[in-house]
């Protein structure tokens, strides 16, 4: 070979194999930063993906509402079957990964599903259903989730996407756990977060938060150390199963002296309506350091050794 002709191929052969170097490295690039579902999805966007294999539509309706109406295709699992009691009694916790692990791959989801949550959509309750759901997803490391704003209601209106009734049997799938315990913070990490500064946002109505409202048991009544109330009704259009704007919540968090980033604590009674203002601080204002509080008052105001506050001391 002619050395000229020798070098260019060389040149050439070199060349090929950078570009091709570059080349893996910006799809290694693309696959690591590729964007994970949108956590708020509408009916136009469901109705137009709902046939793709991998998503699975999850109605979080009482059996017997599901099999009266739901989207078509929806598979379903009632709201009771992810809270439970923990080892110490605690109401409304989070059901036992390892349990919730093999409930989800009988819903027919597993680690390349991507699920939609839908509940009925008549108040910022249901929308708090889905948000609690989509929490304990992110626990067990699954990002491949998101919420039909609305719910039902909001697909069904004016009659443009049809129902369903009876049931469907999924097909059992293996779905494998990769637990962030950080996404669990007991009393104890909460109460040392709070020392180191985190805000605590008291997601619950204003007259629980002032103390008004008796607790049962040996629970005490107020709130967290220097907590911020911010009711998760506010959140929605009007106490619906629809969420404001973004530019709405942005306004509401400023008007109840949230700030959206930073260390935050959210918490109610059982971390139902606390997942909603979790969903909101975490994932659509994006503050990465907002943390919900499974336990919330229900393990922190019976633990005498736990301080509270209360604002208005009301005599008995």
């Known amino acids: 070979m002619l050395p000229a002709i020798r070098q260019a191929t060389q040149t050439n052969g070199t060349a090929l194999k950078m570009t091709t170097k570059v080349l893996f490295f910006l799809l290694i690039l693309t696959l690591s930063f590729a964007p994970s579902a949108k956590p708020l999805v509408d009916s136009k966007w469901l109705q137009a993906n709902k046939g793709k294999p991998e998503l699975v539509i999850l109605d979080l309706q ?30 409304q916790m989070m059901t036992p990964p390892g349990e ?27 929308l708090a259903t889905a948000a609690r759901v989509y929490w304990s997803f992110k626990v067990l490391g699954h990002d491949k989730v998101s919420i039909l704003d609305g719910g039902l209601i909001g697909y069904a209106q004016k009659r443009v996407y049809p129902l369903q009734k009876g049931n469907n049997r999924p097909q059992e799938k293996r779905f494998n756990i990769s637990l962030r315990k950080a996404y669990l913070p007991d009393a104890a990490a909460v109460k040392q977060a709070l020392t180191e500064g985190a805000l605590a946002v008291d997601n619950r109505s204003r007259a629980e938060f002032l103390g008004i409202y008796l607790a049962g048991g040996k629970e005490r009544t107020g709130n967290l150390p220097k907590a911020v109330n911010l009711n998760y009704e506010w959140l929605t259009l009007n106490g619906s199963g629809w969420m404001q704007s973004l530019e709405n919540l942005e306004k509401i968090y400023a008007a109840g002296q949230v700030p959206t980033s930073g260390p935050q604590i959210n918490y109610c009674h059982t971390g139902h309506r606390a997942a909603l203002g979790w969903f909101v601080s975490h994932e659509l204002l994006g503050n990465t350091q907002a943390r919900l509080y499974d336990g919330s ?16 001391k009301l005599v008995q």
Do not use: C, F
Request: glycine residues 10%; hydrophobic residues 35%; without cysteine.
């Open 62 to 91: 009482a059996a017997q509402s599901y099999q009266r109406y739901h989207i078509p295709g929806a598979v379903n699992s009632s709201y009771d079957a992810w809270r439970k009691k923990d080892v110490k009694g605690t109401v």
């Open 100 to 126: 919730l692990g093999k409930l989800i791959g009988k819903l027919g989801i597993d680690n390349e599903s991507h699920v939609v949550l839908v509940t009925t959509g008549s108040s910022a309750g249901d």
């Open 297 to 312: 008052t229900a393990e922190w105001a019976v633990d005498s050794s736990l301080a509270m506050e209360q604002q208005i």
